[in-house]
């Protein structure tokens, strides 16, 4: 297909990269930032633009991957080219799309992306969503043609895989931090729980997390969560965060596999 | 070395296997529970005993691998027996052992073990600590037999080495569960997740947590806060937790490289 990127972010960045990939044309990046649009447009040879002006009438698709609160004034603009007219992310409805162009859709990539690391996209999960039957096929083809992991989640599921995604990536690299955190205040290296880090997500790739739990909370050991909280000490909202998150895990452990 | 196990838990069966594959002999596994003892003696050809006065004098340590509370009173039965006396606990002092053998040393295995699935001791970081400089040696020299990383740790680091991995291990299970049960209250697989978690967990192979944070919290994005909070609705306790951890995110990122 021929894509036309409106943005140059690190989902745009991946997203073109892996599409470029897959041999489809990149025929324009837009950012108004032109710098990075510059960078992104020379890696997949596609021409980079700062004024939606100057937008060719030679592409299929516009593929909206900016900040959530833009997409709706730029596909608003956008769908007097009578084009098929997608955003990526996880937080924004299809209706958002819908309600200036039919030729609506949603490409939301479920991954985390930063510009240094590079992401294999055949694993990364492409959820599709599209304005009507075929918007949806045509869609899921083009997913495919970078993944083999291609689902279509409606908006409604896509709200909450969006939530989900942030209690399975966004918390618990901030619970890596805590840990780093309090490794350096005494002299260890944050190499030693490294590993660990990996295992543990390593785990749930075939299994489910309620059957893998470790940890004090779980097998109920009070003085070891004592003696975690007496060397947490007077860091209050890290003794807070331990309480929660180890009465959530008794409660999960007491609670069987129900989830209230 | 001529090893004996006090124990027959995930951290004795990955530990003996280990040790065997690397050339040691396991003389013994002692466990109350005869049928685990003899199922982990079987697998490491040693002798399964359930009562401590069947302990042989052929060995140059023991190894208590068993739950927290038990370890001291053991350590008080084998101190008779003149031996180099261990114990693989986080939680645990050398003091517990030091307090009736001179002999006495902590071999931590900083990894998270479950009978299910393998482990390559060669990552797995092993956290030794010796009453004197010589038996530190000697256990450094065990360790390396099986791991390439080997670390020499007091009995305070240990305790915020044991700490850390909460909030680096046990923590973020939690949190998984907590998305693979948002998602089945959808009718999503949690294999939409899976990817994303791993790749959470390699981004901080190589990078610290804070350069690589992600999601609405650390761009401060209220309107998605508010959303995902409208959508955890009237599940209180997940409102809390994630008020707490955004909060705590939106924190980390104005504090820049400072933790209270």
Known sequence: MKIIFIGSGNVATHLAT???????????VYSLNHHNAELLAKQVEAEAINNLQQITDDADIFIISIKD?????????????KKLIVHTS??????????????????????????????????????????????TEQLIELAQSIS???????????????????????????????AQQ??????????????LIMETAEKVQEQLPQAVQTGPAIRNDVKTMDAHLALLGNNTALVQLYEMLSQAIIKMGADGHSFE
Do not use: M, W
């Open 90 to 135: 996880g937080a924004t409805p299809l209706q958002t799309i819908l309600k200036y162009t039919a030729q609506a859709g949603v490409f939301y990539p479920l991954q985390t992306f930063s510009k240094a690391k590079e992401v294999d996209f055949k694993n990364v999960p492409l959820c599709i969503e599209g304005a009507n039957a075929e918007i």
């Open 69 to 81: 609160d833009a997409i709706e004034s730029v596909a608003a603009e956008l769908a007097i080219r």
């Open 18 to 28: 892996a599409f470029k990939q897959a041999g489809h044309q990149i025929k324009q």
């Open 182 to 195: 309090l490794l350096a205040q005494h002299n260890l290296d944050f190499d030693l729980v490294r590993p």
């Open 148 to 178: 083999d992991k291609v689902f279509h989640v409606s908006s409604d599921q896509r709200k909450v895989l969006h939530l989900s995604a942030v209690f399975a990536c966004n918390f618990p690299n901030y619970l890596y931090y805590v």
